[in-house]
């Protein structure tokens, strides 16, 4: 686990800063699938944000319970337990995780947040035109 504590210790924000403006900066697509991509990813940069911990976690326990015996999970709970915390992560799954977080996340942003949004603020319209929000003025 050499990279958990630059991980922790944010000893990888450098690199991540330098990737971010290499890649915000020096490329300008001109392809509709690019440009279309770049905008659905920024619109669900916060959905990504908010769900990439819970997801790491499930994604955790799931990789814990794939690699130990379940049927001891199924008879004896605690020997389950200790197996699952000697468990040692494996990086070879994390494109999997970040593949599956970012789709999670852009499909969570254009079918939930996107809608209840515009819901919302249609409603907040609504009752503005109608005059609802003053009642002042009534």
């Known amino acids: 686990l050499f990279w958990f504590p ?54 955790r326990r799931l990789e814990m319970l794939t690699a130990i ?25 994390y494109p999997v995780l970040v593949a599956l977080t970012v789709w999670l996340s852009v499909m969570f942003q254009e079918r939930i947040v996107t809608p209840t949004k515009n819901w919302l603020l249609a409603k907040r319209a609504e009752r503005l035109s109608s005059g609802a929000a003053h009642p002042v003025n009534r």
């Open 6 to 59: 630059l991980l922790r210790n944010g000893g990888l924000l450098p690199v991540a800063l330098m990737l971010l403006i290499v890649c915000s900066g020096s490329w300008k697509p001109k392809s509709r699938f690019w440009l279309r991509l770049g905008e659905r990813l920024g619109a669900a940069s916060l959905s990504i944000f908010a769900l990439h911990l819970p997801l790491f976690i499930l994604f």
């Open 69 to 93: 015996d379940f049927g001891l999970c199924l008879t004896d709970a605690s020997a389950c337990v200790e197996a699952a915390k000697g468990y040692e992560i494996n990086l070879i799954y």
